[in-house]
């Protein structure tokens, strides 16, 4: 009888275990995959100009720069943020060029690099940065009470694409609601998870410009990584909604297309606020066995897990 009992408890473990890492085990899939090649040069438009064969900057105001990484398969926009005194890099790319020589092109101002959140496509260089921005969670600050936060396989996901992991030297916590001044500017620091639970967004309230990283962009939103979060990503998009002026423009870290960076506007926070709470109540269904996709407009969607193995 208690060989029986064991084995089932056994049993219960392992499948307890197969649940826990099953997202890990669809993101190692991609890494069988070989790493993507870089697209051909795209026409940007006349906003957007080409600073070499692989980095394009467009000024979007008279103080941000929106820095595209547009041959990369991900199309990666990272911002630069000037105020009067210092800037701040919002996400790094993915690596394959430093962006550190184009942003410091930009500005004389000393730049801290923050990233939106600890994907290995979002940290580009970061370990060259003099000063780097992070999240202040109660479980990061335990885990780098030297400063020195080292990432985890599954946060970092750099094996896709054969990036190390690394550790991030931090000179600068901030805590979510918290405004980071960068003289005459003031920025909103905004706790917006799930695609990660250390996704944060900025809000310039004065510009009327949402930095909103991987949390909102067009094309699909990826719900499903191994710390994704439904009830989480709809408590971000409620924060958005609440934070932001009525006329914001939304900048998000990846585009579908060219040209320019992408830019949405409030109504797609609210397009995905209400896609999330008819997923919870049930009233929407979506495509697909896994990830399953959920339509949010005609320029989102949502790719989520089935229903019954959503976090809510």
Not at 111 to 125: A, E, M, Q, R, V
Not at 263 to 287: F, K, P
């Amino acid at each position: 009888m208690r060989r029986r009992w064991a084995a089932l408890a056994l049993a219960l473990l392992l499948v307890a275990w197969g649940f826990a890492e099953r997202r890990m085990l669809v993101i190692q899939a991609f890494a069988l995959q070989d790493p993507p090649g870089l697209l051909a040069p795209s026409e940007e438009g006349p906003g957007a100009r080409w600073v070499d064969d692989y980095f394009t900057v467009e000024r979007l105001d008279e103080r941000t720069y929106a820095i595209g990484e547009p041959r990369y398969a991900q199309q990666n926009f990272s911002y630069l943020i000037l105020g009067s005194q210092r800037a701040v890099l919002f996400d790094a790319g993915p690596g394959i060029r430093d962006i550190r020589p184009v942003a410091e092109s930009l500005t004389d101002l000393p730049i801290t690099f923050l990233p939106s959140h600890f994907h290995y496509d979002h940290l580009g260089p970061a370990a060259t940065f003099a000063r780097v921005a992070v999240v202040d969670l109660p479980g990061l600050r335990a885990r780098a009470p030297d400063g020195e936060l080292a990432l985890t396989r599954a946060e970092h996901l750099g094996f896709v694409e054969d990036v190390p992991t690394p550790t991030l030297k931090v000179t600068e916590w901030l805590e979510p609601g918290a405004v980071l001044a960068l003289g005459e500017r003031d920025l909103l620091v905004l706790y917006t998870p799930r695609h990660t639970e250390d996704s944060i967004s900025l809000v310039d309230v004065a510009s009327g410009l949402v930095f909103s990283g991987d949390f909102l962009y067009p094309g699909p939103l990826y719900a499903f990584l191994p710390n994704s979060s439904m009830g989480d990503y709809l408590e971000g998009a409620n924060a958005v909604v609440a934070a932001a002026p009525g006329s914001a423009r939304v900048l998000g870290a990846h585009r579908v297309k060219p040209p320019g960076a992408p830019v949405l506007d409030l109504q797609d926070v609210h397009d995905l606020q209400a896609t999330l709470e008819s997923i919870r109540a049930g009233t929407i269904s979506g495509e697909g066995v896994y990830p399953v996709t959920y339509p949010v407009n005609e320029r989102v969607t949502l790719l989520a897990e089935p229903r019954w193995l959503q976090r809510w």
